[in-house]
């Protein structure tokens, strides 16, 4: 079945460092591909997507590249802020069920 | 314009009592969805709706009940509470599947005693 499996948390960095956040997925056919960030004490929300293979989503300095070949959907980042610091999900939706799937979260603490 | 509005943001029960989490979207959006976050393990789809008079279980849905009566309204019934209900549940909304995106409610924190 569809899934999706990301980089274990908790990660801290120093404001300004680069960030990696991996994520690769499995599903059939060819699936949207989603990151949600969720800060404290609230839901989920969209950062960027992407649809199709070779897309760029971006979105706030945060980019992701739908790679078909290695089926990952990494999230990066050149230089982090304190105020990046909140939960990401990498999640998918196949295009041909109903449902989206998530990944566990990656914590991200910045650090000044 | 309010999105998705879940009530209550927090409640405590006892074990045996039952309740109703309340999820109300103003999008005019078709597709409806229940999920519940415990700490490490994401997000897991308890039910989730299509459009009005039309619901299906996800992943874990045992436990819970949903109905989809209009278009608007999605409310999740916990029959019989049980402590591994404990979690924070999060209704979300989107217009369609695939790439459509999905809105978030800010979540129901449920503990149960």
């Known amino acids: 079945g569809d899934s999706v499996t990301q980089m274990e948390g908790p990660v801290t960095l120093s404001e300004e460092a680069f960030l990696t956040i991996n994520c690769t997925y499995t599903?059939?056919?060819?699936?949207?591909l989603f990151w949600y960030v969720q800060y404290p004490g609230e839901g989920l929300q969209l950062l960027l997507k992407?649809?199709?293979?070779?897309d760029k989503g971006s979105n706030k300095g945060f980019e992701a590249t739908y790679r078909k070949e290695t089926t990952s959907f990494h999230l990066e980042k050149g230089s982090v802020q304190v105020s990046d610091s909140a939960v990401y999900f990498c999640?998918?939706?196949?295009?041909?069920?109903?449902?989206?799937?998530f990944g566990t979260g990656t914590s991200l603490t910045v650090i000044p | 314009n309010a999105g998705v509005t879940q009530t209550p943001k927090f409640r405590i029960l006892k074990i045996g009592q039952s309740m109703t989490l309340q999820c109300a979207q103003d999008?005019?959006?078709?597709?409806m969805y229940w999920y519940r976050q415990d700490p490490g393990m994401g997000l897991k789809l308890i039910y989730y709706?299509?459009?009005?008079?039309?619901?299906d279980k996800g992943e874990v849905p045992n436990g819970y009940n949903v109905s989809r009566s209009t278009t608007e309204d999605f409310p999740l019934r916990l029959e019989l509470a049980a402590p591994s209900q404990t979690s924070v549940y999060f209704c979300?909304?989107?217009?369609?599947?695939?790439?459509?995106?999905?809105?978030f409610g800010a979540g129901s924190r449920l503990t149960v005693l």
């Open positions: 979300a909304s989107s217009r369609e599947t695939g790439a459509n995106v999905l809105t």
């Open positions: 709706s299509v459009g009005a008079g039309i619901t």
């Open positions: 599903a059939t056919g060819y699936p949207s």
């Open positions: 999008m005019n959006h078709n597709y």
């Open positions: 999640a998918l939706n196949s295009n041909t069920g109903n449902q989206f799937y």
């Open positions: 992407a649809t199709k293979a070779d």
